[in-house]
């Protein structure tokens, strides 16, 4: 399977409000054929360029969102240890086993979501190094 199908198989399994946050391997890739397509210098330079601002503008966007959900993860991680500390002191009241499993619950999410932003930033930094290696 190729790299692009393998790509986008992995786009359509991640989170729905995730898939326009990949970095956009259909377009570099039609760039990178264009520079290597090109014959005069001209065309080739505007190519380029475009490359490089289109990889640019793209990694900004993929970091954006990197870190906007790694600011997201420390606060839940944060409400969480002390939803886990009041339930094991007993703060929380007679909170009894449903309230422990809705907390084990909700950091099992987080692990999970933790889980998919690292292969978020894996795929996306393999798109980047496949299309240095081309």
Not at 19 to 33: I, Q, S, T
Not at 57 to 85: C, P, S, W, Y
Not at 97 to 107: F, G, M, N, S
């Amino acid at each position: 399977m190729k790299f692009g199908k393998r790509l986008q198989k992995q786009v359509t399994e991640s989170l729905p409000e995730w898939r326009d946050k990949f970095l956009a391997y259909k377009r570099l890739k039609k760039l990178v054929r264009l520079v290597s397509a090109s014959n005069s210098s001209p065309r080739r330079a505007a190519a380029e360029a475009a490359f490089v601002r289109l990889l640019d503008g793209e990694v900004d966007r993929f970091n954006a969102f990197f870190l906007e959900q790694e600011e997201e993860f420390v606060i839940l991680h944060r409400e969480l240890q002390e939803m886990v500390k009041k339930v094991a002191t007993g703060e929380a009241g007679p909170c009894g086993a449903a309230e422990i499993r809705r907390v084990r619950k909700e950091i099992v999410d987080l692990h999970g979501e933790m889980v998919l932003l690292l292969n978020y930033s894996a795929i996306n930094y393999t798109v980047i190094s496949n299309r240095h290696r081309n």
